[in-house]
Every structure is written in structure tokens, then in C-alpha cells.
């Protein structure tokens, strides 16, 4: 399996294409005005408390106040406004909380305004970015993220990561981390910590309390509100999230970014520092790397698959609507219950990418294609569960209902990742009507071409509108040649004026059209 990781910059922003043996599997923007990141750590004020919520308004700096619930204050609330306010006055100069007298803890089920008052000052974290017309969502229960460990200050917890498994190797990274941890603060020992030795976690453990340190460095002249810990710049929080021995290339279009992540990837995995390659290039890396033409036809409304195949998904203010058709494929197998899973699985696989992809959250319905068979069900739940293993945000799945409808919800800390694929209609008299992109059409018509080949016709002749027909046929390698290449069998391309944009049909070397 290869993994590449494809890193466009622009002036404004820097894209991610994260590849899977060829296929787009994730894309993300870093977009140099967004100002409030998962992640970051924010000096602000208490706006008003509301105990009908149980949760506050605070103010970060954002048009529209940040949403703070009493669930997410964290137990240690009041020793962290002991130490905030004694820092940010200059009263406290040691930061290392090993004689700070910790307070005592909050209670579970209590009440916001007996904890919290207006214009009290509090450190913040973003747990959710701003969506739609909704402020942020915060936590005042910090933590500091580094790669094999996450800080947590004001806590005396050691957890290690459920993904994994060796119960030895749990206890022996516990032990390792319970050594080098210093009091005051509790550690999170993440996924890729397995195996690591001593050495590797106390250097990430120091860089963090470094950062730490240089937080409450700033509190004391700190204006209210205002950043005091920024996540490390997009193309280092993922490489940290995400980067294993699986990765075979990094592409940077961009040389001081290059330099930055051969920094990093030096620092975290030196043996794969030659893995980082600054592209040179005429033609733009996204291009170059076929990830134009994938986001063109993966983030419509209509999603094609193998074997002709399709989803439809749509949107609503409430949940996510995915539908899976089998189209109108040529099928061999033996009834139709085995079909219909066929078709489930591919469907599933799809679906598992188009939910990173589109960074889809809240709640996911899928109206698979309908099964008798209980053991075809739950062979569909279970590769479902396995498709969805890799991705990093928090979800649930439940088994097929009696309709066999299957229900998912999907952590969203980010807005849901919206790309427009339609163009505007050459053919349209009127202005704003819009048709799928060339590259759309394209690929239905290789899809259909590829359905006709199999009825083992000798002849066959493409008629398509004139934009089209150019496309398919100009420059070398053409689609049409690709074609040749790939079946042995050259397709005639006629233009006709008369066709509209969309419009194509196949002819066999009668003249008659291919239904």
C-alpha cells in the first residue's frame, strides 16, 4: 500500500491531498486567514453566563462568541483560574506546576454559574472551528499535542491509547511515561508511541513542555482575548497525526514549505527524510498527480464506482442522505441477493472515502441496496467497520436497520470541505445554468464504453458535442488513445453540432445506436 502526501501552496492558502495507492482519500486547506484552529489555545473573557444551557458565551475574538458547556470545563476548572490569574498578574513566575496547591475538583452534575462569573478571565482550547453561523466550540480542559504524546496539564492521568492492543506493551509504555512525566501534569500516549523507546518520548515530552512554558510566558502582558498557543502550522499537525512507515513520497510544490517539512520529518522519522521532494515542474503538482480530475468527480452530487455503479448524496441542515444505486451495469452474478451485496461492499468502500474526503459530520444515513440474507448484512457492517478503521475522527456505526438503513454519526470539529464541480452551460441561453464538468462526462462515457466492450462489439463510433468530441480526442496522449491502449479497440469520435453539452450516444458499424 502507498501512501503520498501532495502539498500545493498558493498565496492565500495551502492545499493537502492525501493518496492511497493512487486514489484521493483526503484533502484539506490551511487557509492563512482562519484564525481559530483545532487546537489553539485562546486568554479570554467570560461574556455571560446561561444556566438554562449550563454553558457560557466567551468571548475569543471571533464575530460571534464562543460556546463553552459546563461538560467540557474539565474537573481541575478552579485550579486553572487560580493559576491563570496568578500568572497573568505577575505573582506567580513558576510554570511548572510541581508546588502549585491544585484547588478542589468541580462536581459532575453542577451548575455553570456557580463555577464561572462575567469578566472572569479563562484559557480556552478550540475544539470545534466555527461552522456555519455558529461560534466556536471550546474546552477549558487543555491539552498539548506532540507526536508520540499529549500533554494535559492539571492532571495526574496516564492513559494509553485503545488502538493498542498488546496489553505488555500498555503496561510497559505506561511505566516508561509514569517515569518521565513531571507532577501536575497527566499524559495521553498516542497510537504511533508503540515500540518507541524512553529516549523518543522524553525528547517529545520536553518539546511540549518547552511549548507550555512559552504560553505562560505570554499571559502576563497578554491583551483579553487574544492566541497564546498556536497548533503547529497545518502541513506539521498532519504529518504528526498521520505519518507512519506506510508514507512512500511527500510532494511540495513550494520550497520554503519543503524545507519546513524535510525539517520536520527529520526530527520525527529521519530514516525517511529522502521520502520529501520539492516538485520542479511546468505542470502543477495537483494536476501531475491526477487530483484535479478526482476532485472534479468525486464531490458532486452524483458519485460514480466500479461496475457502473453510483451514489447520490445529498445534504440537509440535519443530517447527510447517502443513496446507493446499482445502475444499469451488466451483471454475472448468480441472483440478485448477490448482486445487491456486490454492489453494498463497493458502495461501502466509496462511502468510508467520501466521508474524509468531504469531511462529512453529525449524522450519516445510507440506504444501502436491500438484503434477505442476515449473514450478507452483517458481512456488509463488518467491512463497512473495517473501510472506516483509518479515519482519525470519532464515529459510530450501527448495524443495517429492517429497512436496511445504516446509520452513521461523524465527529465535526471543521466545516464540511464543499468543492463546486459544475460549470456553466455553453449550450444555455439564459446565464446560471450549469452542467456537470467536461471531465464528468468523460468519465461516464469511458464507463459506458467499457460496459459495450464487454457485448464484445467489433465496431463501434462515438457521436458527441463538439466540445467533448475535442476533448476526448486532442493532444498525446489522448483519452481516446488511452482508450486504445487499455481495450484494444478504436472508438470513432464524431462531432455533432446538434447534440447539446451532455448529450452522446454510441453507434455500431451498422449505424445503428447502442441502447
Known sequence: MDKELIIRSSSDNVDFALLKDGKLIELQKDESSNNFSVGDVFIAKIRKAV?????????VGYEKDAFLHYHDLGPKLPSLLKFTKRVSTGKLKDFSLKNFPFEKDIDKGGKINDVLKSNQSLLVQIVKEPISTKGPRISSELSIAGRYIVLVPFSDRISISQKIESKDEKERLKRLVKSITPQG???IVRTV??????????????????RWTAMCKKLHKAHHPSKVLGELNKASS????????????IHVDDEELYIQIKDYVQKIAPKK??????????????????????????FGKTVSMAKGAYLVIEHTEA?????????????KAKSQEDTALEVNLIAATEIARQLRLRDMGGIIVVDFIDMTKAENRKT?????????????????ILPPSKFGLVQITRQRVRPEMNIKTREENPDAIINGQEVEAPIGIVQKITQDLEQLIKKDYKKMTLNTHPFIAAFITKGFPSIRSKWFFEHKKWVKVLPRDAYTYLEYHFFDKDGNQIK
Open 238 to 249: 498532519l504529518l504528526r497525526d498521520i505519518f507512519n512507515d506506510t508514507f512512500t513520497s
Open 380 to 396: 456488509l457492517y463488518n467491512h463497512l467497520r473495517e473501510e472506516m478503521k483509518d479515519d482519525r475522527a470519532k464515529h459510530k
Open 273 to 298: 527524510e529522502s521520502i520529501v521532494k520539492l516538485h520542479q515542474s511546468n505542470i502543477p503538482v495537483f494536476e501531475k498527480f491526477g487530483i484535479e480530475r478526482q476532485i472534479k468527480t468525486s
Open 51 to 59: 444556566p438554562g444551557l449550563n454553558a457560557a458565551f466567551v468571548n
Open 319 to 331: 443530517l447527510h442522505v447517502v443513496d446507493v444505486n446499482s445502475g444499469n451495469r451488466s451483471n
Open 185 to 187: 501534569f497527566g499524559v
Open 193 to 210: 508511541a508503540e515500540g518507541k523507546k524512553v529516549a523518543e518520548l522524553d525528547k517529545d515530552l520536553q518539546n511540549l513542555l518547552g
